[in-house]
Antibody, heavy 123, light 107 residues
Framework: EVQLVESGGGLVQPGRSLRLSCAASGFTFDDYAMHWVRQAPGKGLEWVSGISWNSGSIGYADSVKGRFTISRDNAKNSLYLQMNSLRAEDTALYYC????????????????WGQGTLVTVSS | SYELTQPLSVSVALGQTARITCGGNNIGSKNVHWYQQKPGQAPVLVIYRDSNRPSGIPERFSGSNSGNTATLTISRAQAGDEADYYCQVWDSSSLYVFGTGTKVTVL
């Protein structure tokens, strides 16, 4: 059974940093691209970042480019999101999602999602 | 940037057919994926590449895509189909784009 478990969320002040993690199991992690998708309270889904199977290709939404860094450790079956210079508008539930293909930019769908970790940016 | 527009809400009588549209410039040339999200839950993929159903998704869910509109169709709607539905595409400049979301209510 595929499982994606996010952690690392919490309350943080504007301008500070936070690192999210996603532990994957139930599939061959290093065969697939992975993504972070967020959802602000009461709002829709927003793609944040994606990374290919071997970290060779990475992409970011314009809203987080230069502030967030995605990475993965295939030996640990884990995905990460380092979030710096956080803003109030980054407040959201952050989901980890598995791509159906190995390349993050293949245009494929996200076939498994975690339950999310909540990030609240407030003073 | 590429944008996807969905109706805010769609209502359907129990057992009838609901159609949820997703509008985008020449969306027919892109692969469209659809997700269902029930309150307090993570999204679930219900249609990928326009019209394909993942295993475990009922045949009542179907999709089509042409011109400037993609459509998710829910046949014989059930109370359990009440949820928010999002379309999604890949665009070379905007990368991954989600639609604005549609709340489906089964009456």
């Amino acid at each position: 059974e595929v499982q994606l478990v996010e952690s690392g969320g919490g309350l943080v002040q504007p301008g500070r940093s936070l690192r999210l993690s996603c532990a994957a199991s139930g599939f061959t992690f290093d065969d697939y691209a992975m993504h972070w998708v967020r959802q602000a309270p009461g709002k829709g889904l927003e793609w944040v970042s994606g990374i290919s199977w071997n970290s060779g290709s990475i992409g970011y939404a314009d809203s987080v480019k230069g502030r967030f860094t995605i990475s993965r450790d295939n030996a640990k079956n884990s995905l990460y999101l380092q979030m710096n210079s956080l803003r109030a508008e980054d407040t959201a539930l952050y989901y980890c999602a598995k791509d159906i293909s190995s390349g993050y930019d293949s245009g494929g769908s996200f076939d498994y999602w975690g339950q999310g970790t909540l990030v609240t940016v407030s003073s | 940037s590429y944008e996807l527009t969905q109706p805010l809400s769609v209502s359907v009588a129990l057992g009838q057919t609901a159609r949820i549209t997703c509008g985008g410039n020449n969306i027919g040339s892109k692969n469209v994926h659809w997700y269902q999200q029930k309150p307090g839950q993570a999204p679930v993929l219900v249609i990928y590449r326009d019209s394909n159903r993942p295993s475990g998704i009922p045949e009542r869910f179907s999709g089509s895509n042409s011109g400037n509109t993609a459509t998710l169709t829910i046949s014989r709607a059930q109370a359990g189909d009440e949820a928010d539905y999002y379309c999604q595409v890949w665009d070379s400049s905007s990368l991954y784009v989600f639609g604005t979301g549609t709340k489906v209510t089964v009456l």
